[in-house]
C-alpha cells in the first residue's frame, strides 16, 4: 500500500496563488474590481480567496503542481 505524503506546493503555484489573493484583497478591501456577471466586488474577492486556497492545497497534496 503506498503512503500519502505532502509535498511542497512549486514556486509556479505559489505565484500563481498569490496573483489571484492580491486580486481578492482589490475585490475586497479596494472595490477596485467592477461587476462582473451580476458579482460585485466584494463577492469576487471572496471567492478569488476560495480559489488560492484550493490551489495551494492542490499544490501540497500533488506533486508537481
Known amino acids: ?5 505532502q509535498h ?3 514556486f509556479e503555484t505559489i505565484v500563481i496563488a498569490l496573483i489571484i489573493t492580491i486580486v ?3 475585490g475586497t478591501f479596494g472595490k477596485i474590481i467592477p461587476t462582473i456577471a451580476g ?3 466584494v463577492t469576487i ?3 478569488c480567496y476560495i480559489v488560492a486556497t484550493v ?9 508537481r503542481v
Open 8 to 10: 511542497a506546493p512549486r
Open 55 to 63: 490551489i495551494l492545497l492542490i499544490g501540497v497534496f500533488f506533486r
Open 24 to 26: 481578492g484583497v482589490l
Open 39 to 41: 458579482f460585485d466586488s
Open 45 to 47: 474577492g471572496m471567492w
Open 1 to 5: 500500500m503506498r503512503s500519502r505524503s
